[in-house]
């Protein structure tokens, strides 16, 4: 079978490295012959994933696609999928999801329990609704990785607001972030990774690092993966969906945002769950059953994140310490140049219990730096 | 760091799923460029692992070498250790391990408990150890995969024995057939992995199945721990070193052979133990710290072997209902042409209690076919 993946970043290049499991034809399309997947596919092609062309061209041979990024030409995968190529997860969740906009409306619609929120056409409309505020607001098409994401807190922030299409969501009283990774069968059946907690680095809006099983009171647990269920059940598309979810103050449960695809918040699926959700997906692609999902050990992932001051070529400083520690897992994801906040990889953690789970995240963290300089 | 694998089989292709986790540059050489490790490295280049010019040229330029057969130029390998490229294992370690007759003696120069042997160098001279028989009968260098190994009963067996130089091995009065995988790093420190049980096919000489960790009293566990680590020692090389060794009817424990390399008794590292044999070995030629061999659940190993009576394109029977076993994970090693009793690819399946596990080992021999077929 001849599987194509949209976009070569560190998910794709995860994704490649469980495909070789089996026997399928891999595809990479992306506009950088040095991204992470580029080397591990059978065919790499160069294109822009958001052109309809290069997105038509690269899938009008194949048996299947899927994607590792939501930012790409739906339209192109909509002709494909009706000439018979099968597009994991299908563009009409795609659609829904890519637009922020949509995506809170289809929450609405479907009685998914989300945050309040306006529609803003432009800045002028936004400035406008200072009574919503403290809010979100978050662009609807182009965010990722935290940019088109502003807290506006008082009517103060206003004049700093987007000038965009954008959607001004009422900020939740947050007590944890959870995520739920649902893998969802074209048979229909499904199958729900363990929800992970994590703490965010309000500097960079990028995960500071994030346990797994999450540390939750069982109620609160059932209602959010009741509430994942639903979702992926109304999004009526095969594919992996991971949903980012607040539990306020008073325990109740809000989805924030879903990504259709293998996401961060499954990284320690790896080596911490029997089924990783690479493994999970070409499982779903290719027409095989479902795996297990359940957890071998607590885990933590700890991003590894260009420091800041720095960029340039990429050395990894503390990597020998942390491969010291018991049960921790590099993952470098092949980017020759750093710079500040970049993703450059992630390390896992386990351990039984998360007392020393937490101990060994929050060291791995202080010792791995990734700096600039002569070495590599 | 720039990293060549001789050698591009099933071996390389999960070395190399195992090396994306990190940042080196990965170079094949093998003959075929439709192999399996083809497309999963950043070069790949085609040439013959036999020949001193290829391998030479192949090692010149990079950091280190790794080996996933033995069959490959030492003389090549010698040349560039001298020039400052790492070699996991070392040459001198190939030489020893590469010709049986060497290696058979390395084991009695270093008291490494193996069965009574003489060296034959034609059928003449074997015939003359008549006395000598029951015996095993192997190739000095070339056998692989069972091929080079003859068994030879009685006088009459004589007349068949090949005319090479080889080694006539004390048939043992075998209990069970085990595994040990070593990991040794450049710093001398080693780990070693639960041994393997295995039950072999004697018409292919291929494995049937195999469970780790192996069901064996502790006190022989003991020796066959303290003698794998004392045969690693004694060979004075970095590297994975996998032993099999026979367990007699009287407890004792005999080293058969030993592979300077990742290993098939090891397969089942990939989801049975915390760190993978491959990953091990990717540790020790980046020079971090060896990982852990802790089992996660007891697992069997089983080949996925070409059928009889089939040769073409390879099509795989039974997949969908082997991966509806819980924890059954298939790898398949991108062979276009399936043959009889040919390495098509691997199940790994795990379970807590060994009943079930081997129940599930047979279960998944039974359901699972490679034939020629036009479906694919």
Same mark, same amino acid.
């Given at each position: ?69 939501? #930012? ?13 190529? &099968? ?7 795609? &659609? ?17 329990? #989300? ?73 229909? #059946? ?32 059932? =209602? ?122 992630? =390390? ?20 791995? &730096? ?5 070495? #590599?």
């Amino acid at each position: 079978m001849k599987v194509g993946i949209l976009g070569g970043g560190q998910l794709g290049r995860m994704l490649l490295q469980a495909a070789a499991n089996y026997t399928a034809e891999t595809y990479v399309l992306e506009n950088d012959p040095g991204c992470p997947a580029a080397h591990l596919c059978h065919h790499f092609v160069l294109g822009d994933i958001t052109s309809y062309d290069a997105v038509y061209d690269f899938g009008k041979g194949l048996d299947a696609i899927t994607i590792e990024i939501e #930012s790409v030409n739906v339209d192109a995968l909509e002709q494909l999928e009706k000439e018979g190529v &099968r597009i994991y997860p299908s563009p009409a969740a795609i &659609r829904i999801i890519k637009n922020k906009i949509v995506q809170k409306q289809f929450y609405k619609d479907h009685g998914i329990p #989300s945050s309040d929120f306006v529609i803003t056409q432009n800045r002028a409309n936004t400035e406008a609704h200072a009574d919503f505020l403290p809010a979100v607001h978050k662009i609807g098409e182009g965010g990722y990785d935290g940019k088109g994401v502003q807290v506006l807190n008082t009517p103060e922030d206003l004049v700093n607001a987007f000038d965009a299409p954008g959607v001004l969501e009422k900020k939740v009283a947050i007590q944890k972030e959870i995520a739920l990774i649902v893998a969802q069968h074209t048979d229909g #059946s499904t199958a729900i990774y363990p929800a992970s907690e994590m703490m965010v680095n309000p500097a960079l809006n990028l995960l500071d690092y994030q346990i797994s099983p999450a540390l939750i009171p069982e109620k609160v647990l059932w =209602v959010a993966e009741a509430v994942a269920i639903k979702l992926v059940k109304a999004l009526q598309s095969p594919g992996l969906f991971a949903i980012e979810m607040f539990i306020d103050i008073n325990g109740e449960v809000w989805v924030n945002e879903t990504a259709p695809r293998v996401h961060n918040s499954g990284h320690h699926t790896i080596e911490a769950n029997h089924c990783s959700q690479y493994d999970m997906l070409w499982r779903i692609i290719l027409g095989y059953p479902l795996g297990n999902t359940a957890p071998i050990l607590p885990a933590a992932i700890i991003n590894i994140i260009g420091a800041e001051g720095h960029s340039g070529p990429a050395h990894y400083e503390g990597l020998e310490d942390v491969l010291k520690i018991d049960n921790a897992f590099v993952h470098l994801y092949g980017k020759k140049q750093t710079k500040p906040g970049r993703k450059m990889g992630h =390390v896992t953690v386990m351990h039984s219990n998360y007392h020393d789970l937490t101990h060994k995240a929050n060291k791995i963290r202080n010792i791995l &730096r990734v700096v600039s300089g002569s070495k #590599s």
